[in-house]
């Protein structure tokens, strides 16, 4: 009994592991489904070739998988029609040729701000060409055609309205073909996903048509040379998580988060080359992949969204497999922003261009310019960013992101712009800022009656001291000689945005110097020689004893030290009382100036009158050395 007992158990236990392996073979079938449910979707609609996903529903109203729900009677056109036109098919034979600028320089046109897109057809287009003919005139060789509207897009969409145009006729095929009759090269914006920085959404068939279809609708009415995909960034909500859970499959959070951009921008460029491979598609970014901070391979930038780290789209990643053509940073920081500086960014990016072989084209905020955003107040900062990036590898030119504010071009920025590029204004006169060499000193004490200051400036634009414009040469050099009133002389030189100020004081001294000083002994009839060193135009004179001695000014000066200044020197002569059998105390010598007003003195020297010798009272003098100079009893030097 007890060895079939043990045979039973025996038995039972082989039993219970068999149906536990058999249980986890097919939980492990069911989760290895369940995670590739995403990729083997996406894959197997990629490979369709997207043939069905250009048909719109054109009644009833469908679940937008980006979010919302729009309507069978949305006000969704293209072309005067709700449906949407084929896309041109027939790849071209023979090898694909871009058709791309050396250096694009090109003007961003927004519709209902540089041309309209509402009222008559007649209208619309007359604006356009107006737009065209004014980028023409700004030296423009491309224009970006923006197609987001404030409520909507130009090309339908079953998430955002678009208006509605006569039959045969749509915006972005005419101002295509006028920039094309005007020599120019089209680019145009194609909003992948229309959500800014927000989440996507799920990913499964039906996104992806929305977005093939949105394409499609796109490349129906523009054909232009080149797209650029916005619009594709996956920022991570409250629902992003339990979206990757549904959706995701085992394949990694970060990983789902990140590929929703990549296919997205996969599919969008797939669909626009369809029949017209020589399009470019390239990607128009945020200005940053990723700050330092948070990856090592980041710019140091202190960006409060970056591509990668806040949006999930791999930027360079996609460069780097070949998934866009070029790629437009929205460089929208001056050179001295200080938390996205332009000259960090465009050496970042060009570097990265370069490594991958791709145009890098920046895009500026031409729309800050002389504006009171950090570093924008004056003309030269959209020329400083282009000569900043355009020597650059990688560098493969400028978006400048506003006519309008182009043709307003307040201090002429845009004229200068147009000039740097022509050549007749010069680099070095653009990057010069207000130099100020003399005086050294910002704050000192002055006796001269005036200041010199010189410097050097940007001849490009006016500089002014105290309000009053610097008359410059050429090359923006100056030098002016202003008058100093006694006391405190404030100046204030102001010359692109930069501020230098001098706080200098006046001391009037309209008498500098007084020769002889001290204490003088003469004997009386002694001719005495009075000099000063004073104001070239005052008066000067001295008294000693109660007599006035004029002092005139010395017409030949030679080397004196005083030569070129305020200052010139003056001489006197004044015969000392004669001798008295007592010494003559006559006081000192003060020798006053008049000029201007004012009447300043300086003492010199106090004058003794020797008693009379007599010879009982002399004392030979015995001269000892090889040579000696002696004088007249009346004479006690050269000056007497």
């Known amino acids: 009994m007890a060895q079939r007992r043990k045979k039973r ?14 249980c986890m073979t097919v939980g492990v079938g069911l989760l290895a489904a369940w995670s590739t449910k995403l990729d083997f979707s996406v894959i197997k609609w990629l490979g369709s070739d997207a043939e069905n996903a250009t048909s719109r529903p054109s009644s009833g109203s469908e679940t937008d998988p980006f979010g919302e729900t729009s309507g069978g009677d949305a006000p969704v056109s293209n ?82 309205p678009s208006p509605s145009f006569e039959e045969g006729f749509h915006p972005l095929t005419y101002a295509t073909a006028q920039a094309r009759a005007a020599g120019l090269y089209v680019y145009a914006i194609f909003y992948v996903a229309d959500n800014g920085t927000g989440p996507l959404g799920c990913m499964n068939s039906t996104a992806l048509d929305v977005v093939s279809g949105d394409a499609a609708s796109f490349s129906a009415v523009c054909q232009p040379d080149g797209v650029l995909l916005d619009g594709y960034y996956n920022v991570a909500d409250d629902l992003s998580y339990q979206t990757y859970l549904q959706e995701g499959g085992g394949i990694g959070y970060d990983a789902y988060m990140q590929a929703l951009p990549q296919e997205l921008v996969k599919l969008s460029r797939k669909v626009i080359q369809k029949g017209a491979s020589a399009i470019q598609v390239g990607l128009l970014s945020e200005a940053v992949w990723a700050n330092a901070s948070d990856n090592e391979r980041g710019s140091k930038t202190v960006a409060p969204f970056a591509t990668l780290t806040d949006g999930n789209a791999d930027t360079l990643d996609m460069l780097d497999k070949g998934l866009a053509d070029f790629i437009a940073v929205k460089a929208y920081g001056s050179t001295n922003d200080p938390a996205v500086p332009f000259g960090t960014l465009a050496t970042w990016w060009a570097e990265r261009a370069a ?22 107040g004056e003309y030269d900062q959209l020329s400083r960013q282009v000569i900043e990036v355009r020597d650059k590898p990688g560098y ?35 990057l010069t800022n207000l130099e100020v060499t003399q005086p050294a000193q910002l704050t000192y004490t002055s006796f001269d009656q005036t200041v010199v200051f010189a410097g050097n400036t940007d001849p490009n634009t006016d500089a002014s001291i105290n309000g009053v414009k610097i008359t410059t040469d050429e090359n923006g050099y100056f030098r002016l000689e202003m008058d100093l009133n006694e006391g405190l002389n404030a100046f204030q030189i102001v010359h692109k945005g930069k501020t230098v100020t001098y706080n200098i004081t006046r001391v009037i001294e309209v008498v500098k110097e007084v020769t002889p000083t001290g204490k003088l002994t003469a004997d ?89 010798a007599l010879p009982s009272d002399g004392k030979p003098v015995m001269v000892t050395s090889e040579w000696a100079e002696t004088f007249p009893s009346d004479t006690l030097s050269h000056y007497s």
């Open 396 to 430: 493969g030119g400028s978006i400048f992101n506003s006519l309008s504010r182009m043709l307003e071009d307040p201090k002429e920025f845009a004229t200068k712009l147009i000039g740097y590029y022509a050549g007749t204004v010069k680099k070095q006169h653009i």
């Open 9 to 22: 158990k025996g038995k039972t236990s082989i039993t219970l592991i068999c149906i536990l392996l058999l």
């Open 355 to 376: 490594d991958v072989h791709k145009p890098l084209y920046m895009v500026h905020a031409a729309d800050k310019a002389v504006t009171d955003a950090v570093g924008w």
């Open 524 to 612: 009386g009839g002694t001719k005495l020689t009075i000099s000063a060193i004073a104001y070239k135009q005052a008066k000067i004179y001295a008294v000693i004893n109660g007599q006035t001695v004029s002092l005139s000014a010395v017409e030949d000066q030679g080397d004196d030290e005083y030569k070129g200044t305020p200052y010139g020197r003056f001489s006197g002569s004044y015969t000392v009382p004669d001798a008295t059998t007592t010494v003559q105390n006559l006081g000192a010598i003060v020798v006053y100036g008049e000029w201007g007003g004012y009447q300043k003195n300086k003492t010199g020297a106090a004058l003794t009158v020797n008693a009379r």
């Open 79 to 160: 072309a005067g029609t709700n449906s949407t036109p084929d896309v041109p098919s027939g790849v071209p034979e023979g090898p694909i040729e871009a058709h791309v600028p050396d250096e694009m320089r090109a003007v961003m046109l927004t519709p209902n701000q540089d041309y309209p897109v509402t009222g008559d057809t007649a209208a619309i287009k007359a604006g356009i060409d107006d737009a065209l003919e004014k980028a023409v005139r700004l030296t423009m060789n491309t224009v970006v055609l923006d197609t987001k509207l404030p409520d909507g897009l130009l090309y339908a969409s079953p998430r955002l």
